[in-house]
């Protein structure tokens, strides 16, 4: 008998293996992976393309709310990469999303509500069907409350900063390990002190620090509990 379809909602603080680990679940479950910050990275993108953060840190609310109306975004996977890739306004900008500039500007756009109320809607269709993996920050409080599943995942300032700093440079992509992890606390400080949607732990979510752990042991403590879950939902195992 098949499992039940569930939603899975990942959260946590930034560049602490969100994505390995919702991918890596995904695989296993044969679910979509769902990466939120993609969202929020491409319409950061856009507004930079735009030039509205040409003058200023913060641009005004008109014109970012302007620019939404104008931004369509769709997900597609990409077979021969084997990875689904984020498209706006039809351009693939998977790749152009990951830079410092694109994470210097993005905690900016995501604490504007005009913005997260585009981006939760898009993320809501995305989840109809269930058997999806959805990682941010907001998925299990916001996005999805009646997710079956939330895990909230954190790790140590200098792991994170050390992780996100080899996948940059593993891409190819220009990085200082120093300002890596000045961004990291910026944004993980922004993103908490939001008005709307901060990044917070849901009340039902499970904690796990991943500091020590490798990813084949996070799927372990991934098995135990989803097992556990199906047990409790289907009375099977
Ligand atoms: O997961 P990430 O680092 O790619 O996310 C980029 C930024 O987007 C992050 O600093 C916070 C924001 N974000 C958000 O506010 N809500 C989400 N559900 C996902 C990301």
């Known amino acids: ?28 479950l044969g679910y979509a992976y769902i990466d939120t910050g993609a969202m929020y990275r491409s319409v950061t ?10 003058q200023t840190e ?32 039809g351009r693939m900008v998977e790749d152009m999303i990951r830079g410092m500039d694109v994470s210097g500007h993005v905690s900016y756009i995501a604490a504007i509500s005009a913005v997260r109320r585009k981006m939760v809607e898009y993320q809501r269709q995305l989840g109809v069907q269930k058997g999806i993996v959805m990682d941010g920050r907001d998925i299990g409080t916001v996005v999805f409350p009646e997710a079956e599943l939330k895990i909230f995942l954190t790790a140590l300032p200098e792991v994170r900063a050390m992780r996100r700093y080899k996948e940059l440079i593993e891409k190819g ?7 890596v992890r000045l961004n990291l606390e910026k944004r993980d400080r922004i993103d908490s002190n939001r008005e709307d949607s901060p990044l917070k732990q849901a009340e039902d979510a499970i904690v796990m620090d991943n500091s020590d752990m490798t990813v084949d042991q996070q799927m372990e403590w991934f098995r135990k509990k989803y097992n556990s879950l199906m047990v409790e939902l289907n009375g099977e195992n």
């Open 45 to 54: 993108l856009a507004a930079m393309e735009s030039g509205l953060f040409d």
């Open 1 to 28: 008998m098949e499992h039940q379809k569930i939603i899975i909602a990942l959260d946590g603080h930034s560049s602490c293996g969100k994505s390995t680990y919702a991918k890596r679940i995904a695989q296993e």
């Open 58 to 89: 913060a641009p005004s609310l008109e014109l970012v709310e302007g620019l939404l109306d104008s931004i369509e975004l769709s997900l597609q996977f990409n077979s021969s990469r084997q990875r689904t890739e984020i498209y706006l306004n």
């Open 173 to 179: 992509l220009n990085a200082e390990l120093e300002e």
